[in-house]
């Protein structure tokens, strides 16, 4: 016997049981397709990771040959960045303005070590990255020599036009000691010039 196109059993409905069974299944294996396409939509490219964590790298090369023009290239255009002497700078072009004169000033002997990188991506197009530093070389305003030191800087950064570009900056000199609040807790980057860099 057959009705409305589904072959009966004794009671009529075993091929409209198996039909249900089928979408049932086509269902939970669609779902789990997408989840699967939303988790690899998601997931970093190793070259993205490695551009992001290259970063502090290229501002210390920029660094090194003294160039602010060099330095402002990893910056976005709208670039919000904020010096270890709370000098707040918006856009690539303040910023380089302040870094040729900075490089070529008092900074011009000044030498920039990497210590250690942190980086986490808060989507797949942005992440934020810690790195910290060590500067030697460097004078105050009144030309006097100043002692080497450590500080801390965060950046955010986002891909824009295939390039990892810094839309946000934060540079921070440490305060050397570690505060007795500390105890017990692992930083991901130990305070600079209180533990030896990693080999």
Known sequence: MKESGFMSGP?????????????KMKRVLGGFLLLFLAAAANAQSKADEDAVRMLPRAFCDAWAKHDGHE???IM?????????????????????????????????????????????FLRPEMAVVHW???????????????????????????????SWLVVVGQNTNAILG???ELQDIKTPIAIPGTAPAPQ
């Open 11 to 23: 009671l009529g409905l075993d091929s409209f049981s198996a039909d249900v069974r089928g979408q």
């Open 71 to 73: 330095l402002a290239k």
């Open 76 to 120: 976005a255009d709208d670039v919000d960045f904020v010096t270890v002497a709370t000098t707040y700078l918006h856009g690539r072009v303040d910023f380089e303005k302040f870094h040729v004169r900075l490089l070529s000033g008092r900074f011009k002997d000044a030498s920039i070590t990497r210590l250690e990188t942190t980086a986490r």
């Open 132 to 162: 910290s530093w060590k500067i030697e070389g460097d004078k105050n305003p009144d030309g006097t020599a100043r002692q080497p030191r450590y500080g801390l800087m965060t950046m955010v950064v986002e891909k824009r036009g295939g």
């Open 178 to 180: 570690i505060p007795p």
